[in-house]
């Protein structure tokens, strides 16, 4: 996973990516240690880009994103969010909208 370290930084790969994967951590959050290796390993199944951001380093992304929680897994499509997972993850859930926009 490539890591997300500015707003700007975001904006820029959001808009030239076609699809993504963005997993939203932030510091001493046990549920995104344990999420992380999960959502990772999904990495290499699926043909799209995966990226992390630390929200406690890039507050802004939080806010534009309107994320109130940690862990969050964003998928985006064609510059837009596609699909939301939050806190407790279905990675069957997660799976499938991967699938969709395979």
């Not at 890591?3 to 993504?20: A, N």
């Not at 549920?31 to 995966?50: D, I, M, N, S």
Request: with cysteine; net charge positive; proline share 4%.
């Amino acid at each position: 996973m490539k890591e997300i370290k500015s707003f700007e930084e975001w904006l820029e790969t959001v808009k030239l990516k076609r699809k993504l994967l963005l997993f939203v951590k932030t510091d001493n959050c046990s549920v995104c240690v344990g999420l992380y290796p999960q959502v990772k390993a999904l990495e290499t199944v699926y043909r799209l880009p995966f990226y992390i951001v630390n929200v406690a380093e890039v507050p802004e992304i939080a806010g534009q994103l309107s994320l109130f929680t940690a862990p969050v897994v964003l998928l985006f499509h064609e510059g837009k969010e596609y699909a939301r997972f939050a806190r407790f993850v279905s990675m069957e859930g997660l799976k499938r909208r991967l699938e969709e926009i395979q």
